[in-house]
């Protein structure tokens, strides 16, 4: 009898993961890719953590009546929605919380909230196993080099040695020191972080404790990844480049791993011995502050397959097999070519002449431009400006306009004082775009950046993620292009000048560019 009742459940399981295969391959394959990252491989071991703490919670579990809810639909609901949002718009983010929504959704819907409330916590635990979007990324990188390194000189300097710091390199007077991204201390900032929770969750005490707990983790990263640069400066003297590569760069980072999680340990170890007649949570508890109870549905007596797979269930499938198909046609979405190619881009702008150059096979294979113009245009004083476009016939997801906000700083550039500004064309045409400083070191480069999409000129990603779901509805296309603008700056040359150069080059060039880009979208 058991075979025969758990048939249809196996069925239902199988085809639930059918669907999400297809719905999400493209996800499934970036996902495996980010994990082979150094920074998320931490990632691989959630899986096996979330089910020892279900297989803990089994008891319990087996304890509470299934209750199927219709409630389990909000959540799937908003992950079908979210699904579109992400497939149209090209973010894999939404992409991954709506796989983990129609999971929740399933559950809830299947078990009914009494009975997922026992194992909530590692169901929200999965969502551990997402990397954050890219701009968040890269700008976290960047924040985390910088701390690290003002709080590494500070400790080298308590040391007596002589350290200065420009931007990521750390200046000791014998040699310099880059603080690199495999340095800026991400590869266990994420990992201590879900440790923290962890420990969090397993900690019997009162919830502020718990809070205290996982918030620790942020600023003990940043200040044991400081020990370690500063003990690379120390060594490095004696040691020289081997201090800062190969087996004792590896068994640094473990080191300082360990010790981060031993700060942890004595910090729950202190926080016990703290107001210890007010811890009222007996048990190992992150999420018994979620109280909330839909009302029970009445038991009905149900035969046949919905005894076994639910009707909830059954409509999540037909929703996920309606959106699977009508993803397929998605793919099929208008490429819209550009009037020109970039090739024939004139090598002279009014007073400005300017040399092509071209970029390596690994750079485009990354960026899977349909096509791009990459100059360095001089005026007649000899002042330079590059000019960079970057054409997409079709963005989706991870084939998107790149914001310089997010790359710049992984090639070790200090995005400073972003700001929004008008410029004007040659044909009186005014446009808003970005304008931020770049600093590495003593360098300096000003730089105007923009998007142009589909005649609309956007200036962050979240309009062009919002722009691309809509006119994929509206209008079939998805089309659009990244332009960036940069010119150095003199040892001494004041911000202004930098600007009226920029200014003066998008006057003659913008009107250009027009000329090449496909026609503003007509709805």
């Known amino acids: 009898m058991r075979k025969e009742v758990s048939l249809p459940l196996i069925v239902g399981i ?34 096996m953590v979330v089910a020892y703490l279900i297989w803990e919670k089994r008891t319990e579990f087996a304890a509470e009546p299934i209750c199927r809810d219709w409630a389990g639909l909000l959540p799937v609901t908003i992950g079908i929605l979210f699904f579109w949002i992400g497939e149209l718009g090209g973010e894999f983010t939404i992409m991954f919380i709506s796989l983990w929504l129609l999971g929740f959704g399933a559950l809830w819907s299947s078990l009914g909230w009494r009975k997922l409330r026992v194992i909530l916590f590692p169901v929200m635990l999965v969502l551990a196993m997402i990397p954050p979007p890219m701009i968040f990324y890269n700008g976290l990188t960047l924040r985390l ?3 690290s390194s003002q709080i590494g000189v500070l400790m080298l300097q308590l040391c007596g040695l002589t350290a200065y710091r420009e931007g990521n390199i750390i200046d000791l007077g014998f040699t310099k020191l880059q603080v690199v991204d495999a340095c800026s201390g991400l590869r266990y900032f994420f990992p201590l972080i879900v440790l923290g929770i962890l420990l969090a969750y397993f900690f019997k005490g009162a919830l502020w404790k718990k809070i205290v707990i996982v918030l620790s983790a942020v600023p003990i990263s940043i200040v044991t990844n400081s020990m370690r640069i500063a003990s690379v400066g120390i060594l490095y003297q004696y040691m020289g480049p081997a201090a800062a590569e190969g087996f004792f760069h590896d068994f640094s980072g473990w080191f300082i791993f360990m010790l981060s999680l031993g700060i942890l340990l004595l910090e729950m170890a202190l926080l016990k011995r703290i107001l210890p007649g007010r811890n009222r949570l007996d048990q190992p508890e992150l999420v018994q502050v979620i109280r909330f109870e839909p009302s029970t549905p009445r038991q009905t007596s149900i035969s046949g397959l919905t005894r076994i797979v639910s009707p909830q269930f059954l409509v999540i499938l037909l929703l996920m097999a309606a959106s699977a198909a009508s993803a397929q046609g998605v793919s099929d ?14 090598d002279a702008i009014g007073s400005w002449s300017g040399k092509k150059q071209t970029m390596g096979k690994m750079s485009l294979d990354a960026l899977e431009l349909n096509d791009y113009l990459l100059a360095d245009f001089r005026n007649s004083r000899g002042e330079l400006v590059n000019c960079y476009v970057a054409f997409s016939d079709y963005q989706s997801k991870g084939k998107a306009s790149h914001s310089p906000a997010s790359c710049l700083p992984g090639s070790g550039w200090e995005l400073r004082s972003p700001e929004k500004i008008p410029v004007v064309d040659a044909s009186g045409r005014s446009i808003t775009v970005n304008r931020a400083m770049m600093v590495m070191g003593n360098e300096r480069r000003l730089t105007y950046y923009w998007f142009d999409q589909r005649g609309r000129i956007l200036t962050d990603l979240f309009q062009i ?25 003199g040892e001494n040359e004041p911000a202004a000048a930098a600007d009226e150069r920029l200014k003066e080059f998008f006057q003659q060039f913008n009107t250009t560019l027009g000329r090449f880009l496909p026609p503003a979208a007509r709805t």
Not at 20 to 26: C, F, L
Not at 38 to 45: A, E, L
Not at 335 to 345: E, H, L, N, V
Not at 465 to 472: C, E, I, M, Q
């Open 145 to 147: 080099k910088l701390i």
């Open 14 to 47: 199988l085809l639930f993961m059918g669907l999400a295969a297809i719905m999400y391959q493209s996800t499934f394959s970036y996902l495996l890719g980010k994990w082979g990252v150094d920074d998320f491989t931490y990632s691989y071991f959630i899986p």
């Open 333 to 346: 979405r208008h490429r819209t070519a550009m009037q020109k190619p970039f090739s024939i881009f004139p």
């Open 465 to 489: 993620k919002l722009y691309n779901f809509v006119d994929s509805i509206a209008l079939n296309r998805t089309d659009g292009a990244l332009v960036r603008l940069i010119t150095p700056l």
